[in-house]
């Protein structure tokens, strides 16, 4: 089972909760008008890359990108989630006329005791 993490329009989240060993998928979308020259996914507190564009940066082989193509969505995987995955999470978007980030939160029961 996926579960489906959504932005609301202030493009935050009020911290849902997710057990460990659950596979959830993190969605954002673009503006259909945009031109996407790079789309990055990151853990907002650290300084790498998970994702850049369709390819995994990061060695974990439970994080993946999906994205169709000529569609708005660029969306992280996660699977079989664990304790430390709890925490913000950052899409930056590279466009031809600015650049955007959005921010997640993730609340993995268990990760706040």
Known sequence: MISRVNFNNENTLSEPKYNMNHNISIYTSVWPKTRILQVIW???????FLTVGKEIITSDPRFAVNHITDSTDWNLMISNLTVTDGGAYECQISSKNKDLRKEVFLNVKGTYM
């Open 42 to 48: 990151r853990k907002a507190n650290d300084t790498f």
